[in-house]
T-cell receptor, first 113, second 111 residues
Framework: KAGVTQTPRYLIKTRGQQVTLSCSPI?????VSWYQQTPGQGLQFLFE???????NKGNFPGRFSGRQFSNSRSEMNVSTLELGDSALYLC????????????FGDGTRLSIL | GENVEQHPSTLSVQEGDSAVIKCTYS??????FPWYKQELGKRPQLIID?????GEKKDQRIAVTLNKTAKHFSLHITETQPEDSAVYFC??????????FGTGTRLTIIP
């Protein structure tokens, strides 16, 4: 069974631009969660989608948004990029019914110049 | 608030010795506690998890213990090997799928 796939792996943007990251979950998994990983803040929860609905949300500004499609694939969008948005963005998928183990993708490393 | 504290932040252990990493959580309603291992430049990998109806769980050289009354749980690695060197993260759920992670422990196994 294929694992969680994230694209692109690396991205370089400049301040003020916007970016869209993609995540394809493990086949059969209906929940997708997004995390931001930085050396200073560790792994921080952004949001979680289940059946195309945002079910949980972390403490990030409205510039961070996401969506999930009917095939469970998810996208995350960050608008008006700031230098502090440079990070590794990880998504994790799980079955979604109740509390289930989450499995991570390799992440997208976003660098803001 | 939703908080998970993890200690120590760094840990060096002689090969063959045991390593213990401890976490505490703030919400008594949390009922799922996974541990992840992240090697340099790689994805976090789930290595073991425990649910609140269980006090201890083992998988070969790895074990996790949970004390719900004290709201803390620990990872134990026995007979450590060089490939155990990595950053380890604990986590606790705050409402279904929402995981809050500890700040990580960098474990170094000294040959």
């Amino acid at each position: 069974k294929a694992g969680v796939t994230q694209t692109p792996r690396y991205l370089i943007k400049t301040r003020g631009q916007q970016v869209t990251l993609s995540c394809s979950p493990i086949s059969g998994h209906r929940s997708v969660s997004w995390y931001q990983q930085t050396p200073g803040q560790g792994l921080q929860f952004l949001f979680e989608y289940f059946s195309e609905t945002q079910r949980n949300k972390g403490n990030f500004p409205g510039r961070f948004s996401g969506r999930q499609f009917s095939n469970s694939r998810s996208e995350m969008n960050v608008s008006t990029l700031e230098l502090g948005d440079s990070a590794l963005y990880l998504c994790a998928s799980s079955l979604g019914s109740g509390v289930q183990p989450q499995h991570f993708g390799d992440g997208t490393r976003l660098s803001i110049l | 608030g939703e908080n998970v504290e993890q200690h120590p932040s760094t840990l060096s252990v002689q090969e063959g010795d045991s390593a213990v990493i401890k976490c505490t959580y703030s919400d008594s309603a949390s009922n799922y506690f996974p541990w992840y291992k992240q090697e340099l430049g790689k994805r976090p990998q789930l290595i073991i998890d425990i649910r609140s109806n269980v006090g201890e769980k083992k998988d070969q050289r790895i074990a996790v213990t949970l004390n719900k009354t004290a709201k803390h749980f620990s990872l134990h690695i026995t007979e450590t090997q060089p490939e155990d060197s990595a950053v380890y993260f604990c986590a606790a759920n705050f409402g279904n799928e929402k995981l809050t992670f500890g700040t990580g422990t960098r474990l170094t196994i000294i040959p």
